[in-house]
């Protein structure tokens, strides 16, 4: 007796029907692997603007909160505007204060420090010595005070003093930073601010 062996195979039909399921399956694990990460992206932009924001506010807090009349008895405030807050303070190991500048330059937030020189001290603007602190800063473009300032009536509620700013009331400081590394790819710049006062301008 002879031996039948049952020969069977795809079809056509059922080759094209694998093909097509296996394109699917391509196409939404692809879609699925681009949206992970897209999303892993804006979370490590969030995480390093957090961590650039932490590093930055916590050196403007340091400074800001040992304002103090100058080496040669200037009033502890230079400038006091939205974007940009000049005071004299003891940052370094002397004994001398130094001028200290925060300003934001387009999206770049700087530090300027110039110490006093010469007999009798003299502060000479162009022996500042410029650092630049953060990158992407966009509260410019966002439309957010770097920098508000507050009276000693104020308790925590209400808004800060206006232009023009009388800086012998300035108190305290509010400090917002608005950081966006890639507009592209977060959906928000990422906001973060700190509020100081200064130590040696309280009066209670």
Same mark, same amino acid.
């Given at each position: 007796?002879?031996?039948?062996?049952?020969?069977?195979?795809?079809?056509?039909?059922?080759?094209?029907?694998?093909?097509?399921?296996?394109?699917?399956?391509?196409?939404?694990?692809?879609?699925?692997?681009?949206?992970?990460?897209?999303?892993?992206? &804006?979370?490590?932009?969030?995480?390093? /603007?957090?961590?650039?924001?932490?590093?930055?506010?916590?050196?403007?807090?340091?400074?800001?909160?040992? =304002?103090? /009349?100058?080496?040669?008895? /200037? #009033? =502890?405030?230079?400038?006091?505007?939205?974007?940009?807050?000049?005071?004299?303070?003891?940052?370094?190991?002397?004994?001398?204060?130094?001028?200290?500048?925060?300003?934001?330059?387009?999206?770049?937030?700087?530090?300027?420090?110039?110490?006093? =020189?010469?007999?009798?001290?003299?502060?000479?603007?162009?022996?500042?010595?410029?650092?630049?602190?953060?990158?992407?800063?966009?509260?410019?473009?966002?439309?957010?005070?770097?920098?508000? #300032?507050?009276?000693?009536? #104020?308790?925590?509620?209400?808004?800060?003093?206006?232009?023009?700013?009388?800086?012998?009331? &300035?108190?305290?400081?509010?400090?917002?930073?608005?950081?966006?590394?890639?507009?592209?790819? /977060?959906?928000?710049?990422?906001?973060?601010?700190?509020?100081?006062?200064?130590?040696?301008?309280?009066?209670?």
């Amino acid at each position: 007796m002879r031996k039948q062996f049952s020969q069977k195979g795809f079809t056509l039909l059922e080759l094209v029907v694998a093909i097509g399921i296996f394109l699917l399956l391509g196409v939404g694990f692809a879609s699925i692997l681009v949206v992970s990460l897209r999303t892993n992206d &804006i979370v490590w932009n969030q995480l390093e /603007s957090q961590n650039d924001a932490r590093h930055v506010l916590q050196e403007v807090v340091d400074d800001v909160r040992r =304002a103090e /009349s100058s080496s040669i008895g /200037s #009033y =502890a405030i230079v400038t006091s505007t939205a974007y940009e807050f000049a005071f004299y303070a003891n940052v370094d190991s002397d004994s001398l204060r130094e001028e200290v500048r925060f300003w934001l330059d387009g999206d770049i937030l700087k530090k300027g420090v110039t110490k006093p =020189a010469g007999n009798p001290l003299v502060y000479n603007a162009a022996n500042e010595e410029v650092r630049e602190l953060a990158h992407s800063v966009v509260n410019i473009t966002e439309g957010v005070n770097l920098f508000e #300032y507050f009276d000693e009536t #104020y308790e925590g509620v209400g808004s800060g003093l206006v232009d023009p700013i009388d800086m012998t009331a &300035i108190r305290s400081v509010r400090v917002s930073l608005e950081i966006e590394k890639d507009p592209d790819k /977060s959906p928000e710049p990422f906001h973060a601010e700190t509020f100081v006062q200064i130590r040696n301008l309280k009066t209670n």
